[in-house]
């Protein structure tokens, strides 16, 4: 009853910039944490950016100042702006939601379906 639809990955050249999106909706009675993550192939899956519920903000050192997690509350949904692209960033990103359904007192973890962001030298 709960489902996360991610968009705005693509191919884009070195330098370039793409804006992830991804809605939560269904079942939904609050929104913690978020988060993206990125994997590339034949490599690990490592979180990229994630904000609190209070807010907060952390980045992993090679995005930092490059990459901006934000948050719109009303829409439940959590964006990624990536700017200064460069081959390093080519991965699957996926979204990452800890919530509270309605009628539960149990927090629940859901991931995104990933979207493809390749970056062209």
């Known amino acids: 009853q709960v489902q996360l639809v991610e968009s705005g990955g693509g191919l884009v050249q070195a330098g370039g910039s793409l804006r992830l999106s991804c809605a939560a909706s269904g079942n939904i009675f609050r929104i913690d944490d978020m988060a993206w993550y990125r994997q590339a192939p034949g490599k690990q899956r490592d979180l990229v950016a994630g904000v609190t519920s209070g807010g907060s903000t952390n980045y992993v050192d090679s995005v930092r100042g490059r990459f901006t997690i934000s948050r719109d509350y009303a829409k439940n949904t959590v964006y990624l702006q990536m700017n200064s692209l460069n081959a390093e960033d080519t991965a699957v990103y996926y979204c990452?939601?800890?919530?509270?359904?309605?009628?539960?007192?149990?927090?629940?973890?859901?991931w995104g379906q990933g979207t493809q962001v390749t970056v062209s030298s």
């Open positions: 990452y939601v800890q919530l509270l359904r309605r009628g539960s007192t149990r927090i629940q973890t859901y």
